[in-house]
């Protein structure tokens, strides 16, 4: 059973920096996709960007440029480092892990992961 941990959210002022963190365990390995979302107040689920154990990462377009996913297989941990923060950003962060995909990369549907974390909020303050 996959189990994912996050940490690393709090308060920044608009333009601030954050980086999220997802500790991994039950599995010997990253697993093939992870992913990072976010949910606001009153707002669906929302795919901020995901990475195939390989490396290959997508984003969303209302965060190119700003947020990077990278992940360290040693440490079985997964980043989401965000630069340039306005306060649209402000959410709760899930990162969520799938096994495998049937589409050949990772997409940002969360339907597709199977194991998801408690959240972390991450507000950002004008």
């Known amino acids: 059973q996959v189990q994912l941990v996050e940490s690393g959210g709090g308060s920044v002022q608009d333009g601030g920096s954050l980086r999220l963190s997802c500790a991994v365990s039950?599995?010997?390995?990253?697993?093939?996709?992870m992913g990072w979302f976010r949910q606001a107040p009153l707002a669906e689920r929302e795919g901020v960007g995901t990475?195939?154990?390989?490396?290959?990462?997508i984003y969303a377009d209302s965060v190119k440029g700003r947020f990077t996913i990278s992940s360290d297989s040693a440490k079985n941990t997964l980043y989401l480092q965000m630069n340039n923060l306005n306060p649209d950003d402000t959410a709760v962060y899930y990162c969520?892990?799938?096994?495998?995909?049937?589409?050949?990369?990772?997409?940002?549907?969360?339907?597709?992961?199977?194991?998801w974390g408690q959240g972390t909020q991450v507000t950002v303050s004008s």
């Open positions: 039950g599995y010997p390995t990253i697993p093939y996709c």
């Open positions: 969520a892990a799938a096994l495998r995909s049937r589409y050949g990369y990772c997409r940002r549907d969360d339907e597709d992961y199977s194991f």
């Open positions: 990475i195939r154990r390989d490396g290959f990462a």
